[in-house]
C-alpha cells in the first residue's frame, strides 16, 4: 500500500515571500504524483502532476514541483505567493500498475499574511 | 465545456434518514470516482464505478453505503440510516480514459453532509 505524509499541517508565509509544501511518499511500486489545491468550501483544483520524464514540473499560478525518487518526495514551491493563495494544498500519488485511486495527504493549509 | 456537478451542495439530515448525494461528469467522461473528507482530514477513496459496473469499492464502509452509476443520469452515493460520523464533505472525481495510468481525475464542488 502506498501512503503519503505532508510534513507541515500549516503554513503562515507573509505576501511576496517564497514558500515550499513538503510531501512525502511512500510506495513499493511505481507512482504518479499530484498536487491539488482547495479553496474554501469548494472542491479541489489540479495544480500540477508528474507521470515521467523531466523531474521539475510547472503548473498553473506559478507553482512548480520537483519529484526527486531517491528521497520520496515531490515538494510544491512557489517563489513569490500572492494573498490569493491562501488555500488547502493536498499532495496526492496514484499507483502506476493498478488500480486507479488517488492517496492523498492529510493537506498544509497556506495562509498568505499581507 | 461543464466541469463535474455535485448536488445537493449542501444536505442536513438526521439520524436514521437517507442521504442520496448525485455527481454528474465531465462531458465525455465515463469514469467516476468517490471521496470523503471527514473534518480536519484529506480525502479518502470511497468507489471507483464505470458505466453500469463498480470496478472498486475497497474504501466503501460494509453497510449503509452503496453507489452506482447507470447507463443514463448521474452517479449516486447513497447512505442508509446517516448517523453522526457520516458528516463530512463527499467529492466526486471524473476521468476521461480507462483508469489506467495516465488519466487525471477532476473534482466536483463536494456535497457537504450534516447530520443532525
Known amino acids: 500500500a502506498q501512503s503519503v505524509t505532508q510534513l507541515d499541517s500549516q503554513v503562515p508565509v507573509f505576501e511576496e515571500a517564497p514558500v515550499e509544501l513538503r510531501c512525502n511518499y511512500s510506495?513499493?511500486?511505481?507512482?504518479?504524483l499530484f498536487w491539488y489545491v482547495q479553496y474554501p468550501n469548494q472542491g479541489l483544483q489540479l495544480l500540477l502532476k508528474?507521470?515521467?520524464?523531466?523531474?521539475l514540473v510547472k503548473g498553473i499560478n506559478g507553482f512548480e514541483a520537483e519529484f526527486n525518487k531517491s528521497q520520496t518526495s515531490f515538494h510544491l514551491r512557489k517563489p513569490s505567493v500572492h494573498i490569493s493563495d491562501t488555500a488547502e494544498y493536498f499532495c496526492?500519488?496514484?499507483?502506476?500498475?493498478?488500480?486507479?485511486?488517488?492517496?492523498f495527504g492529510e493537506g498544509t493549509q497556506l495562509t498568505v499574511n499581507p | 465545456n461543464a466541469g463535474v456537478m455535485q448536488n445537493p451542495r449542501h444536505l442536513v439530515r438526521r439520524r436514521g434518514q437517507e442521504a442520496r448525494l448525485r455527481c454528474s461528469p465531465m462531458?465525455?467522461?465515463?469514469?467516476v470516482y468517490w471521496y470523503r473528507q471527514l473534518p480536519e482530514e484529506g480525502l479518502k477513496f470511497m468507489v471507483y464505478?464505470?458505466?453500469?459496473?463498480?470496478?472498486?469499492e475497497s474504501g466503501m464502509p460494509k453497510e449503509r453505503f452503496s453507489a452506482e452509476f447507470p447507463k443514463e443520469g448521474p452517479s449516486i452515493l447513497r447512505i442508509q440510516q446517516v448517523v453522526r460520523g457520516d458528516s463530512a464533505a463527499y467529492f466526486c472525481?471524473?476521468?476521461?480514459?480507462?483508469?489506467?495510468?495516465?488519466?487525471?481525475?477532476?473534482f466536483g464542488p463536494g456535497t457537504r453532509l450534516t447530520v443532525l
Open positions: 472525481a471524473s476521468s476521461l480514459l480507462s483508469g489506467g495510468n495516465t488519466d487525471t481525475q477532476y
Open positions: 510506495s513499493s511500486v511505481s507512482v504518479y
Open positions: 508528474y507521470l515521467s520524464g523531466s523531474t
Open positions: 496526492a500519488v496514484k499507483v502506476q500498475t493498478s488500480g486507479s485511486r488517488l492517496t
Open positions: 462531458k465525455g467522461h465515463s469514469h
Open positions: 464505478l464505470q458505466k453500469e459496473n463498480i470496478i472498486d
